[in-house]
């Protein structure tokens, strides 16, 4: 059964603070892995990592993928109060028709 | 503006009483899914379809139908077998393999 971990479940930082999310698997036949951003409603995506080592960047988001440890990093850089919302992290195999599996995600807060 | 649309954004159910919510997107996308997202809990699937008249069952299948007659529509029953039906729930759909979810605003259920 596949399976996602994320860490920490929630954190607190003030604005202007680094933060790293993570998110650990176990899945079979590995395709992909995605991190959602979830406010009130829909989540939105942000990132689809298939490849290790390889950075992806959005403004100051950032991830990055480790297919041998099995896990992914969601950096956050200089948090501002829109960044509070659930993270969270998905990820697919290739035998499994775009099915997801996701973890519970971490609830971070930025405080001013 | 292509997008996947829920409706009703909330949603109230008697004991015994089967409720329906619907899913429209076009995207033109192939794959559906309907996913139960609980407090504390990341998004759990309770049914996908890859394509028209087809439908798989997911992880929580039990309580829930679905059909799948058009390929921009994706209703959920929540029918009286299901007895803790009170979650948020959340359609999603992808043009195929390797690529992202997109997500519906979601629907929220509640138990009168």
């Known amino acids: 059964e596949d399976k996602v971990v994320q860490s920490p479940l929630s954190l607190v930082v003030h604005e202007g603070d680094t933060v790293t999310l993570n998110c650990s698997y176990e899945?079979?036949?590995?395709?992909?892995l995605l991190w959602y951003k979830q406010e009130k409603k829909a989540p939105t995506f942000l990132f689809m990592l298939t490849s290790s080592g390889i950075e992806k960047k959005s403004g100051r988001l950032s991830s990055i993928l480790d297919k041998k440890e099995l896990f992914s990093i969601l950096n956050i850089t200089a948090t501002q109060t829109g960044d509070s919302a659930i993270y969270l992290c998905?990820?697919?195999?290739?035998?499994?028709?775009?099915?997801?599996?996701f973890g519970t995600g971490t609830r971070l807060q930025v405080t001013l | 503006d292509g997008g996947i649309t829920q409706s009703p954004k909330y949603l109230f159910r008697k004991e015994g009483q089967n409720v329906t919510l619907s899913c429209e997107q076009n995207?033109?996308?192939?794959?559906m899914y309907w996913y139960r997202q609980d407090p504390g809990q990341g998004l759990r699937l309770i049914y996908y379809s890859q394509i028209v008249n087809d439908f798989q069952k997911g992880d929580i299948a039990e309580g829930y139908s679905v059909s799948r007659e058009k390929k921009e529509s994706f209703p959920l029953t929540v029918t009286s077998a299901q007895k803790n039906p009170t979650a948020f729930y959340l359609c999603?759909?992808?043009?195929?393999?390797?690529?992202?979810?997109?997500f519906g605003d979601g629907t929220r259920l509640s138990i009168l």
């Open positions: 998905a990820v697919g195999g290739t035998g499994t028709a775009s099915k997801l599996t």
């Open positions: 995207l033109n996308h192939d794959a």
């Open positions: 899945v079979t036949n590995f395709r992909s």
């Open positions: 999603a759909s992808t043009p195929g393999r390797g690529s992202g979810q997109h």
